[in-house]
């Protein structure tokens, strides 16, 4: 377990900051940007907490447990230092959003439309959790590019940006909600 006993160390007062294995990088550098942007998608969970409750409230809680996982199996190159035995996204993680997925899923109204983000304050905070985690799915991807990467956490960044989807629909009346696009209605 983690224990902070202060907040602020003023090591990245030079703009670097630490990774988990020790090694210094600059804040701009592409591996801090992914999880970064991760932590992002975190902070919208929280947002949309504030609107749901019971079970998708608490699949929401296990989604942010998975992607401080998923933090810090971004913040560990794979060949570092301490890469042995870092904190990795599992397959299991990656299955265990399948299947939610496939539960929400199956009550929904089929789409006949693209569907803008909106319909409940769950919903559109769902849309902007499914769009940051799809901006931090293009930057892991970038990352996997350049530097080792874990597969599972790519896969498990595609899927979340689907699990949020479907949730939206969800919690937009089963999609009876759902705000449709209307193409070339403003001509």
């Not at 996982?69 to 299955?95: F, H, M, N, S, W």
């Not at 693209?114 to 991807?141: D, K, Q, Y």
Request: proline letters at 2%.
């Amino acid at each position: 377990m983690v224990n902070l006993t202060r907040i602020y160390t003023r090591g990245g007062d030079k703009g670097e900051t630490s990774l988990g294995d020790g090694s210094r990088r600059a804040k701009h550098d592409l591996r801090v940007e992914a999880y970064g942007t991760v932590d992002e998608a975190n902070a919208v969970i929280g947002l949309v907490r504030l609107h749901v409750t019971g079970d998708v409230d608490a699949l929401l809680s296990r989604v942010q447990n998975d992607l401080f996982d998923l933090g810090a199996d971004l913040c560990t190159p794979e060949d570092g230092r301490k890469a042995e035995g870092a904190l990795r996204v599992v397959a299991d993680q990656v299955a265990a959003i399948e299947q939610a997925i496939d539960d929400y899923n199956e009550n929904l109204e089929s789409l006949k439309s693209f569907i803008l983000p909106g319909g409940s304050a769950a919903a559109a905070h769902l849309h902007l959790a499914r769009t940051v985690s799809r901006r931090a799915e293009r930057l892991v991807v970038a990352l996997s590019e350049a530097e080792e990467v874990n597969p599972e956490a790519v896969k498990y960044l595609n899927r979340l940006s689907d699990l949020f989807f479907v949730l939206a629909r969800h919690c937009n009346d089963g999609g009876k909600a759902d705000v449709l696009w209307v193409p070339g209605a403003n001509r």
